[in-house]
């Protein structure tokens, strides 16, 4: 009963299903270690192996990398000292080590007062002289119970070179790992460093080596020659029955070499060749080339130099495989190690002189591996143009409706970053909203919001500065400041001057009373802007108005993401929504008189000259 399985099909003829089932008749088990003499010879002999080793490595390094320092001399200075240690040559022997041998160490010659075996004193750095690189077949790590990470970190590490032996402080070393093993790991010799490229790819290096030169072989005997000899188990039997045959066959390959043709004896012998074909080895030796190439993430283009195939005829999704095992590679080994160098280069920098102020925290980035051609670059320059045109056919349409204003659009293209504005012409188009508001009908008085035998509102170009709370004085960024209010110098503008207008005094104390309202969108006034009195004095605003725009507008969006235009009968007051602050006041007659109210009714007389 024990030999017959219930959950499935079972065939006794084949034993499938049972177990003597050769289907199932296998198990893994753990390879001894290997001697890194192997690991040598076959980095040195086998081509296609020293490929697979060395091309990762060096593509992890060639593309470079920048630093989030904005001061672009300390960049140039980081990037000097690091190719005068040789940066790139040493990174990227030491990757190749580490994936020919799991593991490698760079012990760095740092003049810190201290010798090797000390650890490294990181402020007293005065220079790095150099860098050597070691495989861990001639390195071991000593660790210790005292330390801090206990046996998990070696404090230092043990050298065998055929230079020297000498033990070297952890912290004077850099550390590069192929991958990462269980703790478990039945060679203790790579449980620290990880484990040899050859150990999971040898079985399909292997075979994709063998199946080209079995290829090859078969070439040879593709044309077998058959040469029948009659009665040729008795001529063997004889004393001298082998030598004849032998001597027999000698002579006729020497005559088809000679004269292209064979003489044979018409009774009893024949000379045939024998034709093998080659269909399906093609597909054997492709399918060794795809196992190879998926165990290692190396592309067939890469590996074998030839041209991409399969599913993928562009051979994009390979070439993402591959560079997502370069950025691995980058992450794991170059990155914090590249930032130890740096950090203890900027020291140097400072102890030095040459770098004067405080680095602090800096990020590396690892350039593109991929760069794409001038074709690929014009078609995406080609999409977005495309897509940048359909939005500026939307954004117009918005504006032709009323639904956003020109500066909106212009506000949100200069917070995209996609174009250089020039900030002088947003005054421009406020002088231009200024003379089309002068240019206006005269106001409707019934709607003062003043007494009859008060004068309209007037105000003097040379007017004092009024800084009285709740009226704060900001900056149009909402900056509080102690100069002038307003646009200073600013034809038809109010601010700058030595005596205070009686206009801007009387609008002063109307927008008191704003302080502790709640407007329309539940945003609580807690300031006024000096630039709103002026622009209420300058644009003849009414404060009536402005009061049914805060409790009864309705929001548009400003010119900031934290800003609200609250917009009723034409009056548009531009209020700060984080910090309740009124900003500054706009009036639309047109849209006021669209919406059916009196044209000018939100304006005062126009203000004197």
């Not at 020291?347 to 980035?365: H, P, V, Y």
């Not at 250089?420 to 406020?430: P, S, W």
């Not at 900001?474 to 600013?490: A, I, L, Q």
Request: with cysteine; net charge negative; hydrophobic share 35%.
């Amino acid at each position: 009963m024990s030999d017959i399985r219930w959950d499935g099909y079972v065939n006794m003829l084949n034993k499938y299903g049972t177990a003597k089932d050769s289907s199932s008749a296998y198990s893994f088990f753990a390879d001894w270690q290997i001697d890194d003499n192997i690991l040598t010879e076959q980095y040195l002999s086998n081509g296609l192996f020293a490929r697979i080793i060395d091309a990762p490595a060096e593509e992890a390094i060639k593309h470079g990398f920048s630093l989030s320092i904005d001061d672009k001399s300390i960049c140039d200075y980081i990037q000097d000292e690091l190719d005068g240690m040789g940066y790139e040559d040493k990174f990227s022997t030491a990757l190749k080590w580490a994936r020919l041998y799991a593991g490698a160490i760079i012990v760095m010659l740092i003049d810190d007062g201290g010798k090797l075996g000390d650890p490294l004193n990181s402020r007293a750095v005065k220079s790095i002289d150099d860098m050597y690189v070691y495989e861990r077949a001639v390195v071991t790590p000593n660790y210790s119970t005292e330390s801090e990470y206990g046996l998990s970190k070696p404090v230092s590490y043990t050298v065998s070179s055929a230079a020297g032996c000498f033990t070297v402080h952890s912290s004077r070393c850099l550390v590069f790992r192929n991958g990462h093993v269980p703790e478990n790991c039945s060679n203790i010799n790579y449980r620290h460093f990880g484990i040899p490229e050859y150990v999971r790819i040898k079985t399909a290096l292997k075979d994709a080596v063998i199946s080209h030169s079995y290829a090859t072989k078969m070439m040879e005997r593709s044309v077998q020659p058959v040469h029948k000899i009659k009665d040729l188990a008795s001529l063997l039997s004889t004393e001298d029955g082998e030598d004849n045959v032998i001597r027999r066959l000698n002579v006729i390959d020497e005559a088809r070499g000679l004269f292209n043709s064979i003489a044979i004896d018409a009774d009893g012998e024949d000379y045939a060749f024998q034709t093998f074909s080659f269909s399906g080895v093609s597909e054997i030796i492709d399918a060794t080339c795809n196992m190879l190439s998926a165990i290692t993430c190396i592309p067939q283009t890469v590996l074998f130099g030839r041209a991409p195939a399969g599913m993928d005829a562009t051979g994009h999704s390979d070439f993402e495989n591959y560079y997502n095992s370069i950025e691995h590679i980058q992450k794991q080994n170059i990155k914090e190690n590249l930032r130890t160098v740096i950090k203890l280069i900027i020291r140097e920098g400072q102890l030095k002189g040459d770098i004067t102020e405080d680095i602090g925290n800096f990020k590396i980035k690892f350039n593109p591996l991929w760069n794409i051609s001038e074709e690929q670059q014009a078609q995406i320059e080609a999409q977005r143009s495309s897509v940048a045109s359909q939005k500026a056919a939307t954004a117009q349409t918005y504006v032709d409706m009323g639904v956003l204003d020109p500066t909106e659009v212009r506000e949100t293209l200069k917070a995209s970053g996609t174009f250089v504005t020039d900030d002088n012409l947003d005054d421009e188009l406020e002088e231009q909203l200024d003379l089309q508001e002068q240019e206006s009908d005269m106001p409707f008085m019934a709607d003062l919001p003043f007494q009859k035998d008060e004068s309209p509102l007037t105000y003097e170009e040379n007017s004092d500065t009024i800084t009285s709370d709740p009226i704060e004085d900001h900056d149009d960024e909402g900056n509080r400041n102690s100069g002038n209010y307003g646009h200073k110098g600013r034809k038809g503008q109010v601010g700058g001057s030595q005596k205070e207008s009686a206009a801007v005094n009387r609008a002063k104390e109307q927008c008191k009373q704003l302080v502790g309202m709640k407007t329309s969108i539940g945003v609580m006034v807690k300031s006024v802007d000096p630039h709103f009195i002026n622009r209420m004095v300058e644009r003849n605003v009414y404060f009536k108005p402005v009061v049914e725009a805060l409790k009864r507008g309705k929001p548009m969006s400003g010119n900031k993401p934290d800003r609200k235009f609250l917009v009723y009968r034409g009056t548009k007051v531009l209020i700060d929504t984080k910090g309740g602050h009124i900003c500054t006041v706009i009036y639309d007659n047109e849209a006021d008189t669209a919406k059916g109210g009196s044209k000018n009714a939100g304006r005062k007389n126009k203000r004197t000259p």
